[in-house]
């Protein structure tokens, strides 16, 4: 026997669950940002000005690394601002050292990636 209404309440009764969900964590600081080769023909713009957020909570040795311009060679706009993040210190690690670019003699402008140490 075919009853509509059970039909209908069993087909939206999953749809509700959707929206009840409880939030969850935060999701986890990254722990060092991948080591990446980039090499521009010319230097970056000037930095940004960055106003640090207090730390994420529950995080007490949640450290902030600043923004930096990443090269994207795109014909238009060649730079891109990553803004800055706080991340979590690795184990046995002190002090960040933030990333920079350097200029190369008959190479171009090349990234030094950011470091712990």
Do not use: I, K
């Amino acid at each position: 026997m075919y009853r509509p209404m059970l039909a209908v309440a069993l087909m939206a009764a999953p749809l509700g669950l959707f929206g009840c969900a409880a939030p969850g964590p935060p999701p986890p600081l990254p722990e060092q940002p991948a080591v990446s080769l980039l090499v521009s023909p010319a230097p970056p713009p000037p930095g940004h000005e960055e106003l640090v957020p207090p730390p994420p909570q529950g995080e007490p040795d949640a450290v902030w690394q600043p923004g930096h311009w990443r090269y994207t060679g795109v014909a238009d706009n060649p730079w891109s601002w990553l803004p800055g993040q706080y991340v979590r210190v690795p184990p046995g690690q002190t002090m960040w050292t933030p990333g920079r670019w350097v200029g190369q003699p008959g190479v171009g402008w090349q990234w030094v990636e950011g470091h712990w140490a």
